[in-house]
């Protein structure tokens, strides 16, 4: 899986989780926060982008993100819950990392799903389908990582 930093350039999947560690202890007293969030954007084929984003909280942060073209997904439904599951997967590769590194990192899913609008519908289902899989997360209006950073990217 390759990532990309605005400052960097592509990094793999190791580099980020380096760097990642590396910005946290900088400042070891600071809060951090690991934010996961995913975000799509229609078009001849279907853009995914996940955003991996390291909140230095009250600080500012850094993040990275891995962007993949589909040709499936067009309903609705399909794509947020496909968007969780590639938010899952990265949470998942990270958290096996800190374990093999003995590091900890408050880590959460940014949701593009909200009370409001068309995804209001999915947001219980697809909230349950992240919280069961041992995860904290956030919707609109306080999935910045996923309706900010992530769709940023999708354009």
């Known amino acids: 899986m390759e990532f990309i930093s605005p400052t960097k350039g592509k990094l793999s999947f190791d ?13 070891p007293e600071d809060n951090y926060r690991l934010i996961i969030g995913t975000d799509s954007q229609i078009r001849e084929e279907t ?8 909140h230095r909280e009250g600080k500012g942060g850094r993040f990275f993100y891995t962007r993949k073209w589909e040709n499936h997904a067009h309903s609705l439904r399909q794509r947020i ?7 899952l997967n990265v949470a998942s590769m990270f958290t096996e990392k800190l374990a093999e ?5 408050n ?14 519908t999915l947001v219980k289902e697809v909230v349950g389908m992240v919280n069961g899989s041992g995860y904290l997360c956030r919707i609109k209006p306080d999935s910045y990582g996923a309706s900010s950073v992530a769709d940023r990217y999708t354009k």
């Open 15 to 27: 580099e980020v989780f380096d760097e990642v560690l590396s910005y946290a202890s900088r400042f």
């Open 47 to 54: 853009c995914f982008v996940t955003a991996l984003i390291v």
């Open 81 to 87: 819950f496909y968007e969780a599951s590639l938010s």
């Open 101 to 105: 590194s003995g590091q900890e990192l």
């Open 107 to 120: 880590m959460e899913i940014h949701l593009d799903v909200g009370n409001n609008g068309a995804t209001k």
